[in-house]
Every structure is written in C-alpha cells, then in structure tokens.
C-alpha cells in the first residue's frame, strides 16, 4: 500500500526536536508510526479510512473539524490500546502510534488554532462539529491522556498582552525542555530543567479542581473522564471506583452548576476547558516585584522583537522565531529565577475545569 505523506511532516518533526525536546531519529519514528495508524490500522475501518489524508484540506478550510476528527481517531487508538485489541497492530505499535498521534494533534492545534481559540457558537445538537464522535456510545479518557492534553494546554497558554511583564510560557518550556542542565547541589535532589517543567506541570494538573452537582474534587484524584455524545453527558470517576455527573460554573464569576454536557460547544476534551479562577494576568500584575525572571526575560524578548523587527507579527508567529533567535545561554544566568517564579505562579493558581460556553476569557486570564 502506497503512504501518502504526512501533512507537514518535516514542521512537525522541527516541533518535536525544538519544542518538545525529542531526537532527530525519534521525531522521524513519530512520522513512521502515525503512517502505520493510517495504513495497518485506519484503513481497516470503513468510518476512519482516509482521515489523515483529509487533515490538510480541513487545516486549512475547517480547523475545528479538523480537530474533532483528530480527536475521535486517538479514541478508536485509546480504545484498541487500553483494551489491548491486536487485531491490527501490537499493543507497542499501538501505543508508540497513540503517542505521535497525540504530538500530532497538538502541532496542528498551535499551527491551525482550537475550538477554545475560536470564536463561533455552534449548537451542540449539531453533530458536524462532532464528527465520528457520535459512533461511540462512552469515550473514556484515562488519566494519563487527561493529563497529556492539559498539560499541552498549560504550556501554550502565553500571557503576551502586557509588555511591563509578559508570560511566555511556551518559549520558557521549549528552553527548559532542551536542555538537560542540573541545578546546584544546595537542593535536596538536583533536578534537570525538564524534570522542572514536567513537576510544575503535573503539580498544577493535579490540584485543578473538578466539580460535581454538590462537591469539588481534585484532578488528582480521578481516574478517567467518560464523555457520553449521545445522552450529552459527560461524567468521572474516582480512583475509589466512585462515579459522578461533570458540572461546570455557569462563567468564572459564577455560583451556579450545570452539567457539562450542556456547558461544552464540542463533545471531546477541547469543550472542556481549563478556567483560571484568579485571572493569570492579576497574578502577573499584583506580584511583578517577586517575579524577577520574567521580568528579565520580557525585557530580552522585547529587545529581540525590535532588533529583528517583529513588531508587526502575530506572537504565535513571535514565538516560534523567539525559540530560534534565543538561546538557553542567552537566559543561563536567570533560569534558576525562572523557575523560583513558576513555582511562585503555581501556589498562586486556582485552576476549575468549565465547559467551553462559559469559558469567555479563554486566552486574556
């Protein structure tokens, strides 16, 4: 069977070596192993043949549906995985495929923009924005992959609209996860700069509070999200075995519940979004005196956007020249600021699953 090629492969690979932190050799296997989803396993299912193919076309004319059909593709791999159907594939073929396919969607998702970053307003009656979606009567997301697509949130999310202190997130991740420097030897146990990114991450994650009709719960302790399309539920259940309804807070000024399967704009992980309860910008802003780092790095960020005359781009574009023109040697002698400040950030945090209706400020808090 001939391959066709991966759309933008050589740009996903460059995410994946410069963003990401993976090898030349393992960036290039991530290419072999969604090429092998697609011809030893997609192809074989008459709902998914050719989806990959379609990305291009949908890229560029309708990212959402782009993004919902990327989202059904890894729930048939999740469900094939976690129920170890070899049918197809092996149970390592599906998970090294499972893992580039989930790289795969993020890279299209900064390149194309999401659901979160869209403005439109569709009906959740309305199955075209929930392609394929609907062939499952219960998506199930384990807790690793829950964890997998909120942290690729919390490291996209840059704060760039105030120049005095800016929140570049992203650029600070793809330093940190470049490079495998230790720290000094006054802390306990020295820690690589991306063991540090991958712990603030996971701490964040964890203590993300998730709501029921009654009660509050933390990310940490639930063991899998179960999207229900058809009834328009979305539920979770405890790593006690204890199952609940999702609510969500009718907007983040809000006291009211309801259910998230009325709350989300799509039925897959992206109507579920990530709502900063004390607005990330006040964080910056009420505390800039302690957040030395950042303000020495907005400081560099600003000086490299006027040297190589940037002003006119968007910060998406910024961004991905910044990780180029900036060299970790170039912050060497603030990292260990940095990270003071991130840490600072994350016990400052209050962070509430809400469904993506109700998320308005999505990007601005």
């Known amino acids: 069977m001939t391959s066709t090629k991966l759309f933008l ?3 996903y690979k460059s995410y994946l070596n410069n963003e990401i ?11 072999s192993y969604i ?5 030893k396993f997609f192809s074989k299912k008459q709902e998914c043949k050719n989806c990959i193919s379609r990305i291009e076309k949908l890229a560029n004319n309708n990212p959402i549906k782009m993004g919902n059909i990327l989202e059904a593709l890894l729930a048939y791999v999740r469900e094939a ?60 997301i384990r807790k690793e992959d829950i964890y997998e697509t909120l942290k690729f949130r919390l490291i996209t999310q840059d704060r760039p609209s105030d120049k005095s202190i800016l929140f570049p997130i992203r650029l600070i991740n793809s330093f940190f ?13 020295a820690i690589t700069y991306k063991e540090f990114i991958e712990n603030w991450t996971r701490v964040l994650i964890n203590h993300i509070e998730v709501l029921s009709e009654h009660y509050r719960f933390k990310l940490a302790d639930i063991k899998q999200i179960e999207i229900m399309p058809e009834l328009k539920k979305v539920f979770f259940v405890l790593d006690t075995g204890e199952r609940f309804e999702m609510y969500s807070h009718k907007g ?15 039925f897959n992980l992206q109507g579920i979004t990530i709502e900063h309860i004390i607005p990330m910008f006040n964080i910056l802003q009420d505390n800039i005196k302690y957040l030395e780092g950042l303000k020495r790095l907005s400081q560099l960020i600003e000086e490299k956007i006027k040297q190589h005359h940037l002003e006119q781009l968007s910060w998406k ?10 060299s970790f040697d170039e912050i060497r002698n603030i990292g260990m600021l940095l990270r003071h400040d991130l840490t600072f950030i994350s016990q400052c945090s209050q962070l509430e699953l809400m469904g993506s209706k109700y998320n308005i400020n999505r990007g601005k808090n």
Do not use: W
């Open 35 to 39: 090429n092998s989803l697609e011809n």
């Open 317 to 326: 574009e910024t961004t991905k020249l910044l990780c180029k023109l900036i």
């Open 177 to 189: 996860c470049n490079k495998e420097i230790e720290t000094n030897n006054t802390l306990p146990k």
């Open 252 to 266: 983040p000024n809000s006291n009211q519940r309801f259910p998230m399967g009325e709350s989300m704009k799509s």
């Open 81 to 140: 995985k976690y129920t170890r159907d070899e049918s197809y594939l092996t149970y390592k073929e599906l998970s090294d495929g499972h893992s580039a396919l989930i790289r795969y969607a993020e890279f299209l998702q900064l390149e194309f923009g999401t659901l979160e970053e869209t403005e439109i307003n569709p009906s959740i009656e309305n199955t075209e924005n929930n392609d394929f979606l609907f062939l499952f009567p219960k998506v199930t």
């Open 9 to 11: 492969s050589a740009e």
């Open 21 to 31: 932190g993976l090898t030349v050799s393992t960036a290039n296997q991530y290419v």
